[in-house]
């Protein structure tokens, strides 16, 4: 249908153009004279500029497009360059390129850029370099570039979608947070992190040759007395426990902040060398059991460039029966907004744990409301951890918690 439209604009657009070329010339012949005359020569080249126009194949004009930003964080920018190639030498006079997509939100800045205009003249090669400034987190399709040709006055345009599809990803930001482990436990468990704590000397595990630096305590009496060597005493490490990190996406003004959180404790969490597993529970359910390698928490940041607040039912029924499956000693849980509901399905559902940190995301002015107050109170009567935290606690999340 828009296609049909295009076709009859342009050719009622050629049809003035011819009209204009009728009337000059039919001024001319009955008027006569220098003035009618030279109007009309006047006006031929402009209007037989347009009829050629009006037939110019722009489906033989190709367009590629590169983009200089390999990775864009939220708030970033991004820059590519639109190059244009044609086969002919045919003059083109006002070209307008604007690139075209789907996204609302890089719509909504597209919409406040003005569209670039060029005056390719007899040129078969020209392109176009654009940036655009505080890119929003997403999934942006660029469907390809829109061109816009026209003539002299404007009496006969042409345009086309050349599709050139590509997609940009928008991570989240991070920021940087020192991780440490909510509680210790022995390595006796199914899944031992490698984040070693601290040496438990109540339990010796075996014993080695005596170096510099060992503590006196640490020496191996008995074995010193039968053999005069010292030696010191091995100790079993203790080590950090198994993580689930839950997440909600309910719609929220909060909710971006509350993703650069998750992304944040993700990557402190694979950077200090340990592991967990990740629960987001939206209208889909997006689960990763192992999250320990540089390329699992990539995987993990794909998704979480793409999420949107799309939970439209309480956390609580959304995730109950997942609750269930959680073997971690630890639940680490992060949202806007804790509910009564949710704690104590947490308590219901989740019996293998023996701690549960819950951060609740807040804006930087934003104080928390009585109702809410009572909630955390509740959870922390169950033995829950409650933390409030906004972007600038970020960094402190994990060490604050060991404070307490």
């Known amino acids: 249908m828009n296609r049909f439209k295009k076709n009859t604009a342009l050719w009622g657009r050629l049809a003035f153009v011819l009209f204009l070329l009728f009337l000059t010339f039919s001024f001319a012949m009955f008027q006569g004279g220098f003035v009618s005359w030279f109007i009309f020569y006047m006006s031929l080249p402009f209007i037989l500029y347009s009829v050629l126009l009006a037939f110019y194949p722009l489906r033989k004009i190709e367009v590629s497009r590169e983009i200089h930003t390999a990775q864009v964080r939220k708030g970033g920018?991004?820059?590519?360059?639109i190059t244009i190639c044609r086969k002919?030498?045919?003059p083109l006079l006002y070209t307008v390129i604007r690139e075209?997509?789907?996204?609302?939100?890089?719509?909504?800045i597209l919409a406040t850029q003005r569209p670039k205009m060029i005056v390719p003249g007899f040129r078969k090669s020209y392109s176009w370099t654009y940036s655009i400034e505080d890119m929003p987190r997403g999934e942006h399709v660029l469907e390809g570039v829109f061109l816009e040709l026209s003539d002299f006055f404007g009496w006969v345009k042409k345009s086309r979608l050349m599709p050139v599809s590509q997609t940009i990803l928008v991570y989240p930001n991070t920021v940087e947070m020192a991780y440490r482990p909510i509680e210790s436990r022995y390595d006796h468990g199914s899944m031992a992190a490698p984040f070693t704590l601290v040496k438990d000397t109540t339990m010796a595990s075996g014993i080695r040759?005596?170096?510099p630096?060992?503590?006196?305590?640490?020496?191996?009496?008995k074995s010193y007395a039968r053999t005069q060597t010292l030696r010191t005493k091995e100790f079993e490490d203790r080590q950090s426990q198994d993580l689930f990190l839950l997440d909600d996406r309910n719609a929220s003004a909060k909710f971006e902040l509350q993703v650069e959180l998750v992304a944040s404790i993700l990557q402190s969490i694979v950077r200090a060398n340990s592991s967990l597993a990740y629960l987001s529970v939206g209208q889909s359910r997006n689960y990763f059991p192992v999250i320990q390698t540089e390329e699992h928490l990539q995987r993990v940041m794909y998704h979480l460039a793409k999420v949107q607040g799309d939970l439209e039912k309480p956390v609580d029924q959304a995730v109950g029966r997942e609750l269930q499956r959680v073997n971690a000693s630890t639940l680490l849980y992060v949202t806007s907004q804790l509910s009564l509901e949710m704690v104590q399905s947490i308590q219901k559902n989740a019996k293998n744990l023996s701690s549960c940190l819950c951060l609740v995301v807040m804006r930087k002015d934003e104080s928390l409301r009585d109702e809410d107050e009572k909630v955390h109170q509740f959870a922390r009567s169950k033995g829950f951890i409650v933390n409030c935290v906004n972007p600038e606690s970020f960094a402190t999340v994990f060490t604050e918690v060991i404070r307490q």
């Open 88 to 90: 002919n030498f045919f």
């Open 209 to 211: 040759d005596y170096q």
């Open 77 to 81: 920018s991004y820059s590519a360059t």
């Open 213 to 221: 630096g060992d503590r006196v305590s640490w020496i191996h009496w």
């Open 100 to 108: 075209q997509t789907h996204s609302p939100a890089l719509n909504k």
